[in-house]
């Protein structure tokens, strides 16, 4: 078996190596490298006096009187490659102090000639691999130069940073400080009275885990009391951005928008502020905080030429009814337009029940989701500046409607005297596509049109497009709950009618007294498809 540590990041299997281990018997072989000025904190290899056992000392078992020659790295040479320092080494190994090889291994930049900066970033600051993710958001400073960097306290680092010789930054406030752009030569960087990020300054929310938010392809839904209690909606989101890799949060792309359902504008907000402080910089939300799921799916996938935004969270109970007392829903869709597999769901669920914290930009402020256009929001610092775009989503509908169906063909067709047609939005996300579509790009009539404002409980109805709560469409189509016909009418039924649920991924199709079968809908369409 080959066991390579996380820490170990330039881990090769040697064949050479193999193969001695397999002649030799021997049951157990380590591998060891020679401790520099980096690994002195860390434990050594030595050989046991009473028995003669090769051992590995750890600092907790060293006398503080003995600490010295503890991390006398001249008689101590070795060390298990186990006991890196993780952080430490991998602002070094993502720097220009380390050059990658044509196979691929992490080896010091030939101007270091063989020496690596010794660096020591802070213990409580730098805990974690996400605390430095966080902290350079992809902005490696550079350190082919250095010799010595210290950083002590809450430091963040902007682009452009570059460090020489010997260099230490120190920030003794609570506030993340950030290192601007710059050349630092020899020379002691204190932040602590520097401005901060202001608007986009982070604060960690202390929660506790909840046992069932199990997304599945749909999503989590739940009851919207359940959302809009205490730190409900801030875990799942805060478990969705910690599932995801930093390097598509750090400077990324993100699209937020729901079907418009109560509670959809306030999530719209939360989760915004919320993605601030996990590291996104850009962020796509449809006019007053509405898609429909396919609509998003295509901003995704095609929004300025496409591989833009990196996913997407998707406000919806799709179907389910909507209102204070009703349900609400959430899904992240990934960088295909489509839902998060199973393997990131997992991951989702397995975050959420063990949460104890999450980040917010608390002061960031709140968006106005009713006026198109871009609104930008610097740091204090200059650091970074977030830019929120509020724009048309029905232009994007309809440019990928127009890609697939022949526009000039229908138009012809609902201008016959002999067709007539009637479409229900049931007071969902489709009514303003359909109103794009139908009256503005086809030039049909607003009486076409039913249930077409969007409502926050879709108008006290249950938005989902069958023969029993569809019931607007099917009495204006004759049609029973039953999909049987209806005679008697003043006039006569339109020709064709439809309808959409709540965020517009599943329909009903009647013709005049009578229901199509969702398994008809497709061979309908086929004879006509190019």
Not at 61 to 69: F, L, M
Not at 120 to 129: E, G, I, R, T, W
Not at 429 to 454: I, K, Q
Not at 500 to 516: K, P, Q
Request: with cysteine; aromatic share 8%; proline share 4%.
């Amino acid at each position: 078996m080959f066991v390579s540590n996380s820490d170990n990041l330039g881990a090769t299997l040697d064949l050479d190596l193999l193969t001695y281990f397999a002649q030799s018997g021997k049951p157990f072989l380590m591998e060891c490298c020679e401790r520099t000025e980096n690994d002195k904190k860390g434990g050594h290899l030595a050989e046991r006096i009473v028995d003669g056992h090769l051992i590995l000392r750890e600092s907790a078992q060293c006398a503080d009187g003995d600490e010295k020659e503890f991390q006398n790295i001249t008689k101590h040479r070795y060390f298990n490659t186990n006991n890196l320092w993780i952080l430490d080494d991998l602002i070094l190994l993502r720097s220009d102090a380390y050059v990658i090889t044509e196979d691929y291994r992490p080896v010091i930049a030939p101007e270091r000639e063989g020496v690596a900066p010794i660096v020591s970033l802070d213990s409580k600051c730098f805990k974690l691999v996400q605390q430095l993710e966080a902290a350079v958001r992809g902005n490696v400073p550079s350190l082919v130069r250095c010799d010595r960097l210290k950083v002590t306290g809450n430091v963040g680092f902007a682009p452009g940073v570059v460090f020489e010789g010997s260099v230490e930054v120190v920030n003794k406030s609570a506030e993340q400080k950030t290192v601007l752009a710059g050349t630092y030569k020899d020379t002691t960087v204190d932040l602590t009275e520097q401005k901060g990020l202001g608007k986009l300054k982070l604060t960690t929310v202390k929660t506790a885990p909840f046992q069932d938010q199990k997304p599945g392809t749909s999503g989590l839904r739940k009851k919207t009391k359940t959302f809009m209690s205490d730190n409900y909606l801030q875990n799942f989101v805060a478990s969705v951005l910690d599932a995801l890799p930093a390097k598509e949060l750090n400077g990324g792309t993100l699209v937020v928008s729901g079907d418009g359902r109560y509670f959809n504008k306030e999530a719209t907000q939360i989760i915004v502020k919320m993605a601030v402080a996990y590291g996104v910089d850009r962020f796509w939300i449809g006019k007053d905080g509405l898609l429909s799921t396919p609509c998003v799916s295509a901003v995704v996938r095609e929004r300025e030429g496409g591989s833009v935004a990196f996913g997407a969270f998707i406000l919806s109970a799709s179907h389910n009814p909507g209102g204070l007392n009703e349900d609400f829903g959430i899904k992240y869709n990934c960088e295909n337009g489509g839902p998060a597999p199973e393997k990131v769901t997992d991951e989702i669920f397995s975050l959420s029940k063990v949460i104890t914290s999450y980040k917010i930009a608390a002061d960031f402020p709140t968006i106005d989701l009713a006026t198109i256009g871009t609104t930008t929001i610097a740091a204090d610092d200059g650091s970074r500046t977030i830019t929120v775009e509020v724009f048309d989503s029905a232009e994007h509908h309809v440019a990928l409607l127009k890609q697939i169906f022949d526009f000039h063909a229908i138009k012809k067709l609902v201008s016959r005297s002999d067709f007539t047609f009637a479409v229900d939005s049931m007071s969902g996300v489709n009514g303003p596509y359909a109103r794009r579509v139908f009256v503005e790009e086809l030039g049909c009539d607003e009486s076409c049109l039913l249930n077409a404002t969007p409502m926050e409980d879709f108008n006290g109805g249950h938005a989902d497009p069958n023969l029993t709560y569809a019931k607007t469409l099917i009495k204006v189509m004759g049609v029973d709950s039953n999909g049987l016909p209806v005679h008697g009418q003043d006039q006569e039924p339109p020709s064709f009618g439809a309808a959409w649920d709540g965020d517009a991924d599943r329909n009903m199709i009647l013709g005049s007294r009578f229901f199509v079968t969702p398994s008809d809908s497709l061979p309908s369409l086929l004879p006509t498809a190019q």
